[in-house]
């Protein structure tokens, strides 16, 4: 199997179990549970994943040299990941997010970029995998400083070695050095370089200033769009409506590293819809990435598009579950999900299909 690097944003996350609404209010002493605290962000999560799935994986961030940055190597380490190819930057703070995720509300973040600041990809070590799956740009503006020029540069090196390249994105804060830059514009410059695009599309209206639908159609359309702009894969998360999956032409499949090169014919030209998998809600925190894990782990196997889609959607139903990292018999789990589906109108099962999963998601996913 190919070997994927996992590069780009890491913290701590810090998780206080709240019992009702966060109350802010001067002078209150709210009761609150107990606090979890585990290795978040791009790097952590995804690269948890995929090793729970079964990929063997390299990860590269920074971190501090502080006693947060020795505590994330050892939650790290104890997940069975490798923690050499994370370098301690002199002088500064590990990242973390203190995550508010009150009983029935989706979360927010209080996040401190920290030496998530320095990483702009020059110690890559490129013979270390296969796939390189980069994550958060709008959360490491080394790589963003002046636009896309860091960024394209790290992909378009990738590319050269015949690495398979990998973008995920996060929520862009409007208010924040991020939120000034033209998303639009870098996001031009660097799909034609990206094989593999996996934001969801809350992060895609956070960068771009937009609003999109979440129907089947229109998730469709926004990853044909994007597959347009010159990306090999994408897929789309939208929450409770599902994912989808695109793919481009043979050519820019054989165009798109070792990983995608390798690929059987299935996966060309392909579009699939998946809904949510059936779960009892307990976190989101971390669903979006494995997810994307589920698709890397897919691809880096050569399984078929159709299993693929399965394996990041039922990645992404157990984590909901509150099971994260994903459990090493996670593979097995999602083979379990597998159910049928009517199709829906416009939706066959040819190159175009719902394949899997209930005919609508549950109101509690």
């Not at 579950?321 to 416009?346: C, H, K, T």
């Not at 899997?356 to 509690?364: E, F, K, L």
């Amino acid at each position: 199997m190919h070997r994927a690097l996992v590069a780009g944003h890491i913290c701590v996350d810090l998780i206080p179990e709240l019992l009702g609404p966060p109350d802010l209010s001067p002078g209150q002493l709210i009761d609150v549970g107990p606090l979890q605290l585990r290795p978040g962000g791009c790097v952590a999560n995804t690269g948890s994943d995929l090793l729970a799935l079964g990929s063997a994986v390299h990860l590269v961030a920074d971190t501090g040299g502080d006693d947060l940055g020795r505590i994330l190597r050892r939650l790290l380490a104890a997940r069975g990941l490798e923690v050499d190819g994370l370098r301690a930057v002199p002088g500064q703070t590990t990242a973390y997010s203190v995550v508010i995720e009150a009983p029935g509300r989706d979360r927010v973040f209080w996040h401190h970029t920290g030496a998530n600041a320095h990483f702009d990809g020059r110690d890559l070590d490129l013979s270390r995998g296969d796939l390189l799956h980069l994550g958060y740009p709008s959360i490491l503006p080394a790589l963003t400083a002046g636009g896309a020029g860091r960024l394209r540069s790290l992909l378009a090196g990738a590319r050269a070695a015949g690495i398979t390249t990998s973008l995920d994105l996060a929520v862009v804060d409007p208010h924040g050095d991020a939120g000034r830059l033209d998303w639009t514009a870098i996001l031009e410059t660097v799909l034609p370089l990206t094989d593999v695009f996996t934001p969801s599309i809350a992060d895609l209206a956070s960068a771009l200033g937009r609003q999109y639908g979440t129907e089947p159609d229109a998730l469709s359309q926004e990853a044909e769009r994007i597959i347009a702009s010159g990306a090999a894969v994408v897929m789309l998360t939208a929450g409770p409506a599902g994912l989808v999956l695109r793919s481009a032409s043979a050519d820019r499949l054989r165009g798109g590293g070792r990983v995608l090169a390798s690929l059987p014919a299935s996966w060309v030209e392909r579009e699939l819809w998946v809904p949510a998998q059936p779960t009892l809600r307990l976190s989101t925190t971390g669903a979006g990435d494995a997810a994307t894990a589920g698709l890397l782990h897919g691809l880096l196997a050569g399984l078929s598009p159709e299993d693929a889609l399965m394996a990041a959607a039922g990645a992404a139903a157990i984590t909901l579950s509150g099971r994260s990292p994903l459990p090493a018999y996670a593979s097995g789990e999602i083979a379990a999900l597998r159910v049928r589906a009517p199709d829906r109108p416009g939706w066959g099962r040819g190159r175009r299909g719902v394949f899997t999963g209930p005919a609508d998601p549950p109101p509690h996913c």
